[in-house]
């Protein structure tokens, strides 16, 4: 069985609304496509390709100078896209926040290394998946970084999401990560936590997914995910009278054989 960190973080949030959705596989509402937020992480990873092309020798932890222009033109063909084309204020808007994170960077930036890449590990009877926006090499080791393109005040990333790229991330190249941050667009702001240590965050990880394995009842647990909830109407907390749950699947121990 496949998880990501979302999925352990609904597990921890919500027994009853993981079984939902990744036992009986119900699906969520259907959201407006973020076709802005898929144009910026485009033209971003368009642009630090060039800048991994353009070293020149430079070595890995020396700051790359770019043009601005040079950033906007690949978010240009994201906006010309027949296929999938951005309006025309979400095309300025674009340009305006492409701007500003070039302007916060004074034009030069650091060397990534590691860009949209995929990761996988195996957890027990579980295979964990997630991907990384960029990995950059810096002075002080290796640092994550998701961007975020929320209107809302900024938060620091979820100790158990640096845990879990934390492991992706040495699965994947064998090296640690210094911390995960997350960049958010809109704001110009970064805010970041610093990592723990490897072994304690294994451990951490592979208890919760222990959990997930031993897990018999599937209660619901009420929070503010509530409100981002897709599955009230078959909720005993929240529904007056619930429906009841679809057939298939089967909101019972998993029964995976976790070994010691």
């Known amino acids: 069985m496949k998880l990501s960190y979302t999925a352990l ?88 926040l492409l701007t500003r994170y070039w302007e916060a960077h004074e034009g030069k930036f650091p060397m990534p290394y590691l860009l949209e890449e995929p990761f996988s590990l195996h957890v027990g009877p579980f295979l964990l998946t997630g991907h990384f926006d960029r990995v950059d090499r810096t002075p002080e080791g290796y640092e994550i970084l998701d961007y975020k393109l929320s209107q809302k005040k900024p938060f620091p990333p979820d100790p158990l999401q640096l845990d879990v790229y934390q492991l992706g991330f040495h699965a994947k190249t064998g090296e640690v990560a210094k911390k995960l941050s ?41 929070g503010a995910w509530c409100a981002s909830c897709d599955f009230w109407e078959f909720c005993p907390a929240k529904a007056k009278s619930p429906k009841p749950l679809p057939a298939g699947g089967r909101a019972r121990q998993l029964g995976f054989d976790f070994g010691q």
């Open 182 to 222: 997350f960049y958010y667009l809109r704001l110009g702001q970064k805010e970041s936590v610093e990592k723990d240590d490897p072994e304690a965050a294994r451990a951490r990880v592979r208890a919760l997914c222990r959990d997930i394995s031993r897990e018999q009842e599937f209660r619901p647990h009420e």
């Open 9 to 96: 973080k609904t597990f921890q949030e919500c027994p009853f609304r993981f079984s939902l959705r990744y036992h009986r596989g119900l699906a969520s509402r259907p959201r407006p496509p973020m076709r802005l937020s898929r144009a910026l992480h485009g033209a971003l990873k368009l642009f630090h390709e060039d800048l991994r092309q353009r070293r020149n020798g430079k070595g890995d932890l020396a700051l790359i100078s770019a043009p601005l222009d040079s950033l906007l033109s690949h978010f240009t063909r994201f906006y010309e896209n027949p296929t999938h084309p951005l309006t025309e204020a979400q095309c300025q808007e674009g340009k305006a």
